[in-house]
T-cell receptor, first 117, second 107 residues
Framework: NAGVTQTPKFQVLKTGQSMTLQCAQDMNHNSMYWYRQDPGMGLRLIYY???????DKGEVPNGYNVSRLNKREFSLRLESAAPSQTSVYFCASSGQGAVSGNIYEQYFGPGTRLTVT | EDKVVQSPLSLVVHEGDTVTLNCSYE??????LLWYKQEKKAPTFLFML????IEKKSGRLSSILDKKELSSILNITATQTGDSAIYLCAVFNDMRFGAGTRLTVKP
């Protein structure tokens, strides 16, 4: 049981390049999320998917797109990377089966550290 | 605009001290508040609070929500060096997080 996995762990991009961050969960959770974390700013929600086939914008969606490929996988795409997108990106999931018994408990992946030069 | 504000932003204490971390919020249609602990990497879930005045407890950690004051506190008693982390609160409606409190516990 791997929980939430993210690839890659590190990435360096040049301005204007594109890339996709991958996230997968094996807990059969309905909801998945993408966050970015910048120093001194906590976590900010980029997009989320309440269930397979749906996606919604979070607090900071500009410059990003997402795909909920199936129940397990939720990818985040940067079409034209900018230095302002340098950050640590976390994927999370939530749903039935949480250890706490709370369906809103989020399980986070290990993060992707992205640098855009 | 919805806001979640945590205080203090950082705190240094010695082992055995008791600390109180604060989280205040201004959000429309509040549903619940969550606390997380973030050590080196990913945040881990601590508590979810929905009802005012009901304390949630786990070992030396406890938390309570005050809906009148639009705030929550997280208490840690008899702190240990292993409690050193960033503590984050979030409001569930739109998963808006505060900036976090960085707690450092010195031996």
């Amino acid at each position: 049981n791997a929980g939430v996995t993210q690839t890659p762990k590190f990435q360096v991009l040049k301005t204007g390049q594109s890339m996709t961050l991958q996230c997968a969960q094996d807990m059969n959770h309905n909801s998945m999320y993408w966050y970015r974390q910048d120093p001194g700013m906590g976590l900010r929600l980029i997009y989320y998917s309440a269930s397979e086939g749906t996606t919604d914008k979070g607090e900071v969606p500009n410059g990003y797109n997402v795909s909920r490929l199936n129940k397990r996988e939720f990818s985040l795409r940067l079409e034209s990377a900018a230095p302002s997108q340098t950050s640590v990106y976390f994927c999370a999931s939530s749903g039935q089966g949480a250890v706490s018994g709370n369906i809103y408990e989020q399980y986070f992946g290990p993060g992707t550290r992205l640098t855009v030069t | 605009e919805d806001k979640v504000v945590q205080s203090p932003l950082s705190l240094v204490v010695h082992e055995g001290d008791t600390v109180t971390l604060n989280c205040s919020y201004e959000v429309t249609n509040f549903r619940s508040l969550l606390w997380y602990k973030q050590e080196k990497k990913a945040p881990t879930f601590l508590f979810m609070l929905t009802s005012s005045g009901i304390e949630k407890k786990s070992g030396r950690l406890s938390s309570i929500l005050d809906k009148k004051e639009l705030s929550s506190i997280l208490n840690i008693t008899a702190t240990q060096t292993g409690d050193s982390a960033i503590y984050l609160c979030a409001v569930f409606n739109d998963m808006r997080f505060g900036a976090g409190t960085r707690l450092t516990v010195k031996p």
